[in-house]
């Protein structure tokens, strides 16, 4: 593990987490994150979205293109084809 990630600090939030702070309703968060509208990763039946992705699009959706936020996806079957 990547010693440089603190512990202490949750790089991401729930769905239900982002959606307060967008200020939109459960349904729509998920609805937006299945669509990619919402940057998020799926990890088995848990889907988070990316904290620092929130903020990015907070401020407008700046972002060089190397780091796009990718869509919903299983992350087991992203580390196969790895």
Not at 17 to 44: N, Q, V
Not at 51 to 56: F, I, P, S
Request: aromatic letters at 2%.
């Amino acid at each position: 593990m990547d010693q440089t990630i603190s512990n202490d600090i949750r790089k991401t939030m729930t769905v239900e987490e982002a959606a307060a702070i967008l200020g939109i309703s459960r349904a729509k968060a998920y609805e937006c994150a299945r669509r990619g509208e919402l940057p998020s990763l799926r990890f088995g039946r848990r889907i988070v979205v990316p904290a620092g992705a929130l903020e990015q699009l907070l401020q407008g959706g700046q972002q060089d293109d190397s780091a796009t936020s990718p869509k919903i996806s299983d992350a087991s079957s992203d580390a196969a084809a790895s």
